[in-house]
């Protein structure tokens, strides 16, 4: 599923407007990643937590020259927690 049809399945069950939905999407997008900028975490009840960590820098392969070492350097990168509730549908579906 992408955005446009998460949008619409939205609206459908809601009965809220196509565009007021899309208005809301966008808005929870905005406001969790300038959270996540702030070094704050964004947790959603059940449904699991958006947080940033720090990719420590650190030496790698060049793939187009496996002889060469190249310093990765240190990265802020975004991370998702899956929470119980979600856990526990996905189990209950593969069973």
């Given amino acids: 599923?992408?955005?446009?049809?998460?949008?619409?399945?939205i609206a459908t069950k809601?009965?809220?407007p196509r565009k007021d939905v899309e208005r809301i999407i966008e808005t929870m997008e905005e406001t969790i990643i300038e959270s996540l900028k702030k070094g704050e975490e964004v947790t959603l009840a059940g449904f699991g937590a958006f947080s940033a960590r720090q990719r420590s820098a650190r030496m790698g392969v060049n793939p187009q020259n496996p002889e060469e070492r190249i310093q990765i350097p240190a990265v802020v990168v975004p991370k998702f927690k899956a929470g119980k509730n979600l856990k526990d549908s996905l189990k209950q579906k593969s069973a």
């Fill in 1 to 9: 599923m992408n955005k446009a049809s998460l949008i619409e399945t």
């Fill in 14 to 16: 809601t009965s809220v």
